[in-house]
Structure formats: structure tokens, C-alpha cells
């Protein structure tokens, strides 16, 4: 049953601190979409990857969120320093361009900075 | 950038009736999804519309893209406990690539 696995679920960590979020896409698929969910702002496009290349990262704070994807089987989203507003879930989906424009998503990453 | 209103914000119904939500675009898009939120989950996709006029179900649910194809509704009947969650919509427009736009959500809240 293939499908998106984001680590870790929950992640703790006082401001200041680095924190570094993983998603592995589903094999074969070849987009990437990281994704901020709030109460206030709802589902947030953070960045967006085609063939492990970004297209698109004009959602996401510059000065200290990074996203990269080192190889096709993992991406990751990094906010350095960490600041009380980063609290939210971070949500990765990957899909299949020109297939059925289906985004299939993660669980999520629950982060809360003190 | 392109934006899809999704009403309502939040329904609050008894168990075994039906409910109804929509999403509406200043825009064409040529696909519309719409996606089920359990509470600690992601997103789960539940039907995908890719003609319009098309009308698909899936068991209890009946989601249509709307002619003009700026709007699409989800229609759930006879609604169960497990029908609670959070419900998106998401579109796809031209040259977007595979990035979808979503709607603001639907929490659907069902009393026993």
C-alpha cells in the first residue's frame, strides 16, 4: 500500500532551535509539495518540487525555511531558527505530473515551539 | 493568486441527514478533487472530477463539476459519526502543473 511518510509525527523544540522535518514520496511519483496547516490560514503551499528540482517557493519564509530534495525518495523542510509562529502541521504530498493531477498526502508533522 | 471560497466554514447536522458544500472560482479549472481531513490525519482524496458536467459518486457521496467549470459541490447522504472531519476542495487550472489550489475547508460535525 503505497503512501507518503512524513517523520517524525510530533516534534517539540524550544525557539531558537533548528528543526528539520523528512517526507518520503510515493516511488515513482515525481512532484512534492510541502504544506503548513493552520487554524487561522488552512492549507498553506509552502514549496513545490517537479524531478527533484523547486518551482515554487514563494509561500514560504525565505530568511528561515529550506527545502530541499537531496534524492528522489526523500525531501525535507528545515526552519532555522525556530520561531513560536512556525507552530503548525507540515504536511508533504507527492503525486505524478500529467497523470491524474492527485496529490496524495502524509500524515503530517505536528510541531510546537515553546 | 487564484483563490476557491468554499462554504460553508462549518456544519453542524444531526446523523442521517444530508449535507451539502461547495466550492466556487473566479477561474477555470479543468480538474476539481475534493478531500477528506480526519482530525491527526492528512488529507485523504475521496472523488476527482476531470470533465464538466461530470457527476461521480463514491458510496454515499455525490460530488459534481460544474458546467461554467468555476464551481463543484460535494453532497454526502444519510450522515454517519464517521462522516466528521474536514473537507477541501481543491482545483487545478491551466498551466498550473500539478499544483492544486484548495478552498478553505468545510468541518462537518455530526450528532448522534
Known amino acids: 500500500d503505497a503512501r507518503v511518510t512524513q517523520t517524525p509525527r510530533h516534534k517539540v523544540t524550544e525557539m531558537g532551535q533548528e528543526v528539520t522535518m523528512r517526507c518520503q514520496p510515493i516511488?515513482?511519483?515525481?512532484?512534492v509539495f510541502w504544506y503548513r496547516q493552520t487554524m487561522m490560514q488552512g492549507l498553506e503551499l509552502l514549496a513545490y518540487?517537479?524531478?527533484?528540482?523547486?518551482?515554487?517557493d514563494s509561500g514560504m519564509p525565505k530568511d528561515r525555511f529550506s527545502a530541499e530534495m537531496p534524492d528522489a525518495t526523500l525531501a525535507t523542510l528545515k526552519i532555522q531558527p525556530s520561531e513560536p509562529r512556525d507552530s503548525a502541521v507540515y504536511f508533504c504530498?507527492?503525486?505524478?505530473?500529467?497523470?491524474?493531477?492527485?496529490?496524495?498526502f502524509g500524515a503530517g508533522t505536528r510541531l510546537s515551539v515553546l | 493568486g487564484q483563490q476557491l471560497n468554499q462554504s460553508p466554514q462549518s456544519m453542524f447536522i444531526q446523523e442521517g441527514e444530508d449535507v451539502s458544500m461547495n466550492c466556487t472560482s473566479s477561474?477555470?479549472?479543468?480538474?476539481w478533487l475534493w478531500y477528506k481531513q480526519d482530525p491527526g490525519e492528512g488529507p485523504v482524496l475521496l472523488i476527482a472530477?476531470?470533465?464538466?458536467?461530470e457527476l461521480t459518486s463514491n458510496g454515499r457521496l455525490t460530488a459534481q463539476f460544474g458546467i461554467t467549470r468555476k464551481d463543484s459541490f460535494l453532497n454526502i447522504s444519510a450522515s454517519i459519526p464517521s462522516d466528521v472531519g474536514i473537507y477541501f476542495c481543491?482545483?487545478?487550472?491551466?498551466?498550473?502543473?500539478?499544483?492544486?489550489?484548495f478552498g478553505g475547508g468545510t468541518r462537518l460535525m455530526v450528532k448522534p
Open positions: 504530498a507527492s503525486g505524478l505530473e500529467l497523470g491524474k493531477n492527485i496529490q496524495y
Open positions: 516511488l515513482g511519483h515525481n512532484t
Open positions: 518540487f517537479r524531478n527533484r528540482a523547486p518551482l515554487d
Open positions: 477561474s477555470i479549472f479543468n480538474t
Open positions: 472530477l476531470y470533465k464538466a458536467g
Open positions: 481543491a482545483g487545478l487550472y491551466n498551466n498550473a502543473g500539478n499544483m492544486l489550489t
